[in-house]
């Protein structure tokens, strides 16, 4: 058996803990902007549903309660404007990280064979652990600027991330029509990234689900959804899986198997969440007030903001290496994200996330002003 370091790349994060040193020694304190986790409260109504459901001794359902799974083919009907779905389109997954980082192995992929390699495609910028996924299922994998130039050969699984982590970029929906055709003109399982679909700023996200897109077919199409990020749950663990009946189906009996089981408690907690959308829009004030005051900061501090039309972050660059960026900005006590994490696309720009409070993103937008 090959050493971990073998399978997978270095683990980002830790090639910054320099900066967020220098960052961490501002008189003013941190304002740590790199990575997008939620910092306000988990709304009370789901707090009170996860209290609520607390007594749960026994064993939790791979597949979710009953309650659960109505919820979840209501938000879709109603957000993503789904027709026709059932419980057998639907399927819980213990966060989406988990989820994006063994799809692969779970949809059976690998090394293939001499002639037939197993090909896993993601974006040329895009959340690491596309590659990850593929890495650890020891499949082949490819990046793209447009799936639809690639060769299709061996490609089983083709990920698409709208809006987009970390550009905030929205693939408009004669895109995404034009992709889903090429992927089924080619029998390419479609799993789109869709985490960030309620917080679109200036476009308006369109899942893969939607019958403009999918021709009323959910036939090779799954979409991801989180609970993470428009209901500040990334604690509690809970994302999703819609679309597709026959593949959903068949990873629910692999994911019986493995015990991929959410909590009782967050299910209840999810029901309660999914059912309610005020504070959905309670939260997106919040961020599109923090979104505002950022975007404007950095643009008078000489950045250019590119993308970031939708999601929880600003694709910021000042036309120089991205680690120089970072150390600029740390010394301000800023932390952000440098791109090249995302990919070496990304080798001149920063992510930074709105997913501050707002004394602190009011601390930032001082530092920057002061500069």
């Known amino acids: 058996m090959s050493a971990v370091s073998d399978r997978l790349p270095v683990f980002p994060w830790d090639k910054l803990e320099p900066y967020k040193a220098t960052a961490a020694a ?17 709304p009370e109504l789901i707090q009170k549903a996860l209290v609520a459901a ?12 009953a309650e659960l799974r109505d919820a979840l083919v209501g938000w879709c009907e109603r957000r993503l404007g789904a027709r026709g779905f059932t419980h057998r389109n639907v399927l819980p997954t213990v966060g989406s990280k988990e989820l994006v980082a063994w799809l692969p192995t779970q949809l059976g992929l690998g090394p293939g064979t001499a002639t037939s390699k197993d090909v ?24 793209y600027d447009d799936p639809t130039e690639l060769d299709p050969t061996g490609i089983k699984l083709l990920w698409l991330n709208s809006p987009s982590n970390p550009t905030g970029r929205v693939l408009a929906k004669d895109e995404l029509i034009r992709i889903v055709a090429w992927a089924r003109e080619h029998g390419i399982l479609v799993v789109s990234d869709e985490c960030y679909l309620e917080l679109g700023w200036e476009a308006e996200p369109v899942s893969v689900l939607h019958p403009e897109v999918c021709g009323g077919s959910y036939e090779g199409l799954i979409a991801v959804h989180s609970l993470s990020k428009r209901s500040n749950l990334a604690g509690y663990r809970f994302a999703f899986l ?3 009946e026959s593949h959903l189906q068949n990873l629910l009996q692999i994911r019986k198997h493995g015990g991929m089981m959410t909590a009782a ?24 007030a923090r979104r505002e005051a950022l975007r404007d900061a950095l643009s008078a ?3 250019r903001i590119e ?21 600029h900005l740390a010394r301000l006590g800023i932390l952000v994200a440098p791109g090249d994490f995302y990919g070496t696309a990304g080798e001149s720009f920063v992510r930074v996330a709105f997913t ?10 001082e530092r920057l002003r002061k500069g």
């Open 26 to 42: 501002h008189a003013d304190g941190i304002v740590d902007l790199s990575v997008g986790t939620p910092v306000d409260p988990v």
């Open 54 to 65: 607390a007594d749960s001794p026994g064993y939790p359902t791979v597949w979710g309660t």
């Open 120 to 143: 896993v495609a993601y974006p040329r910028l895009a959340y690491p652990t596309y590659e990850v996924g593929a890495r650890l299922a020891r499949a082949e994998y490819v990046a």
């Open 242 to 244: 819609a679309g597709d």
């Open 265 to 288: 408690p967050v299910q209840a907690a999810a029901a309660v969440a999914l059912g309610d959308d005020a504070h959905v829009t309670e939260q997106r004030a919040r961020y599109a």
């Open 301 to 303: 501090h000489g950045f």
């Open 307 to 327: 993308h970031s039309e939708a999601s929880l972050y600003l694709w910021a660059t000042r036309d120089e290496n991205c680690w120089d960026t970072v150390g």
């Open 356 to 365: 501050a409070t707002d004394e602190r993103v009011a601390a930032a937008v």
